[in-house]
């Protein structure tokens, strides 16, 4: 079963990386991904030296394989618990 992770990637400058330097990124994870089972990338919010990845994993495990084979370090692997949005109150008894 598949668990939704957020990785926060401490990375100096990637803030400042134009459109193509971040497709060059994008494509040295979807390198890597291919050679992984288990792991599939949603997306990834980039602010200042940092990115937050939202990834979709077996396990942890496939995540940290994935930063060592991409060379993009995990700092921190976080598995959401749950998903809310500003909808979330009409599904609740309150």
Wanted: charge should be negative; charged fraction near 25%; proline fraction near 4%.
């Amino acid at each position: 079963m598949m668990k939704r992770y957020v990785i926060e990637r401490d990375l100096p400058g990637v803030g400042a990386l134009n459109r193509a330097e971040l497709g060059g990124a994008a494509r040295t994870s979807n390198a890597a991904l291919a050679r992984i089972p288990g792991i599939q990338w949603e997306h990834s919010y980039v602010a200042g030296d940092k990115t937050f990845c939202i990834y979709l994993a077996e396990s942890e495990e496939r995540i940290r394989e994935h930063a060592e084979m991409s060379g993009f370090p995990a700092a921190r692997i976080t598995e959401v618990a749950a998903i809310i949005d500003p909808t979330t109150e009409q599904s609740c008894a309150i």
